[in-house]
């Protein structure tokens, strides 16, 4: 079966979809995105992916495309034309079509909507939690506002190509007070001697993850101290446990930053136990049963 996009109100076949040369999104990396897990056809954390989409919007002063009514609409539908049961779905939203200008369009355009979707093999991702993943450090050098989930992430890309080239699976950023940020597409957390959780604060340049807030919700349900400051690179090499979060990776178990081991390098306890239940309650807010 072809894959099928919607493209600007149009579902087409993922080969022939295309966007105009002058979309923004192509020409100034003037765009933001979204990117949804998907449980038994239905889409997981949406009011939280769309609450940070229309952030994201705003912080751009790009209009919402649609409704959100209508985007759920076609959302699902993607999903349906693609017979999706797990998997993800990506959106992205841009200025739209103009003649190229670093000023914004002077004559008010439509937002160019591009949203594509594929499946994922849930249990290949599961053998690959169960060992546990290689990270390498980097310097941060990516811009100052990563609050906002836009397109324009060429440092990311090139940290993470260059942990590939390492034989690593990602990178975690280091800002320039050695303080560790986020991951390459994913929030970064340690599990201190002590068991208390780490993060990164939202006053950092980073993420608003919405699996973050999922994860902190649980952490604290369960009666485990969490602190949401600074810590250094050498803090999360010497952890008990360290971890990522993502919407397509769940909760992903770090055992080891660049040439130090993490733990027992094994994927810790408190990792594992915590991406059952993020799976968990991912499943529910998709109306699937756990």
Sequence with gaps: MSRIAYVNGAYVRHADAAVHIEDRGYQFADAVYEVWSVFGGQLADLAGHLNRLERSLR????????????????????????????????????????PRDHFFPTEPVKPAVVITAKPVDRQAAEAKVRKGI????????????????????????????????????????????????????????????????????????????????????????????????????????????AFLSAASTFVMPIVQIDESRIGDGVPGELSLRLRDAYMSRARKTAGVEA
């Design 59 to 98: 912080e751009l002063h790009i209009a919402m495309p649609m409704p959100r009514s209508a985007l759920v609409v076609v959302l699902n539908e993607v999903i349906r034309r693609n017979r999706i049961g797990e998997g993800l779905v990506y959106l992205q939203v841009s200025r739209g079509v103009a």
């Design 134 to 241: 290689r990270v390498i450090s980097a310097p941060d050098n990516r811009w100052g506002r990563c609050d906002i989930k836009t397109v324009g992430l060429l440092p990311n890309v090139l940290a993470k190509q260059a942990a590939r080239e390492a034989g690593a699976s990602d990178v975690i950023f280091v800002d320039a007070e050695g303080f560790v940020t986020e991951g390459g597409s994913a929030n970064v957390y340690i599990v201190t001697a002590e068991g208390e959780v780490k993060t990164r604060s939202l006053r950092a340049n980073i993420l608003p993850g919405v699996t973050r807030i999922s994860l902190l919700d649980i952490l604290r349900a369960e009666g485990v101290d969490v602190s949401e400051g600074a810590f250094t690179l050498e803090e999360a090499k010497c952890a008990k446990e």
